[in-house]
Nanobody, 123 residues
């Protein structure tokens, strides 16, 4: 059973930084996508960034380009999201997701999801 456990959320002031982590357990896929999504109160869930281990390509939503960096430590089976220059509009619950179906990378129908970690940015 695939399990994803996020950590690293918290409360920061605008302009601050946080690094989220997502530890993945129980999977044996050699090629897969991993992604970060977020959901603000009253809004739909949106993709923030994802990484495709087949192409090693990364993707970022326009709203976070230049501020967020997605990375992966394969030795620790851990996904990271470094968030710099945080803005109040970055506030939300951040979720890690994984899917072995590479065609699903750019979508939001990932098979496996973590429980989420809260990020709150105050102005």
């Amino acid at each position: 059973q695939v399990q994803l456990v996020e950590a690293g959320g918290g409360s920061v002031q605008a302009g601050g930084s946080l690094r989220l982590s997502c530890a993945a357990f129980g999977y044996s896929f050699s090629l897969y996508c991993m992604a970060w999504f977020r959901q603000a109160p009253g809004k739909e869930r949106e993709g923030v960034a994802h990484i495709n281990t087949n192409s090693n390509n990364t993707y970022y939503a326009d709203s976070v380009k230049g501020r967020f960096t997605i990375s992966q430590d394969n030795t620790k089976n851990t996904l990271y999201l470094q968030m710099n220059g945080l803005k109040p509009e970055d506030t939300g619950m951040y979720y890690c997701a994984l899917d072995w179906r590479l065609w699903a990378c750019a979508g939001n129908e990932y098979l496996y999801w973590g429980q989420g970690t809260q990020v709150t940015v105050s102005s």
